[in-house]
């Protein structure tokens, strides 16, 4: 049985041409770390993460630098005992991707995002950018609780899908991840 175009998209990029990404990534290596794009390149997948070809809907390529995610030693400002290095980065490398993003472009809400590529020093990843602003995005149903003040700043708080993914809140059962933490749950006696 024949299947929809977006299927033999994404079977395609489950092995893509290396040949063609390897010199897609040398032009990305070169250019800026964020730039926006005109449309996306994995079109499947950016509509299956809501993308739509209409005003209101910004498609930004990010690129991030791989490894280093231990804090580095502060200093200057604390004492002694709190100058430890010990632990490290919890976040993803999407979820940063993701907060870059909002960064540079501040009117915009992040909606999600997708990995493109990955080479030996970076992470290159597409992410999706919606202008609540916009009366195309107010009037359309799909897309139009973003607009309303509670999604605000959202990749800041950690309510983007790959910011609770990497939150621990992608769990198939809600007890792999125990809520509040484990030292709260000491302090309450369960």
């Known amino acids: 049985m024949a299947q929809g175009l977006y299927h033999y ?3 395609e990029w489950q092995k893509p041409n290396m040949e063609i990404l390897r010199q897609r990534m040398i032009d990305w290596r070169e250019s800026d770390a964020i730039v926006k794009v005109s449309k996306p390149l ?24 791989r490894g280093g995610h231990k804090r580095s030693r502060p200093n200057a400002g604390r004492r002694s005992k709190r100058l430890h290095t010990r632990k490290n ?29 990955k080479d030996g020093m ?56 125990v809520r509040p933490s484990i030292r709260a749950r000491g302090r309450l006696g369960k």
């Open 89 to 117: 980065l919890k976040m993803s490398y999407q979820w940063i991707a993701e907060q870059r993003a909002g960064k540079k472009f501040k009117n915009l809400e992040v909606l999600n995002s997708y990995q493109i590529g």
């Open 42 to 65: 994995r079109i499947d997948r950016a509509r299956a993460l809501g993308y739509k070809a209409k005003k209101g809907f910004v498609i930004v390529r990010v690129r991030i630098g």
């Open 122 to 177: 970076h992470y290159f990843y597409e992410v999706i950018l919606v202008d609540p602003a916009r009366p195309e995005i107010k009037n359309d149903k799909t897309i139009n609780w973003i607009t309303k003040s509670a999604n605000s700043k959202r990749v800041f708080r950690g309510l983007t899908s790959a910011a609770k993914k990497s939150r621990g809140l992608r769990s198939k059962s809600r007890q792999q991840k």
């Open 9 to 11: 998209i994404a079977k």
